[in-house]
């Protein structure tokens, strides 16, 4: 299973990454690969406020 996470680094803070959405892909594949879609997911809610 592979996720893709989109987050940002607080100001104060720039080696920390807060995790703000994980993204589950349509995906396949068998126990030794897995294909994800060549174009990244669009959502507001993945935007940098």
């Given at each position: 299973i592979a996720g893709y996470l989109y987050g940002v680094s607080p100001s104060d803070?720039?080696?920390?990454?807060?995790?703000?959405?994980v993204v589950l892909p349509p995906q396949?594949?068998?126990?030794?690969?897995?294909?994800?879609?060549?174009i990244l997911p669009e959502?507001?809610?993945f935007k940098v406020r």
């Open positions: 803070n720039p080696q920390v990454k807060e995790i703000h959405c396949w594949g068998t126990r030794e690969t897995v294909h994800l879609p060549n959502h507001e809610s």
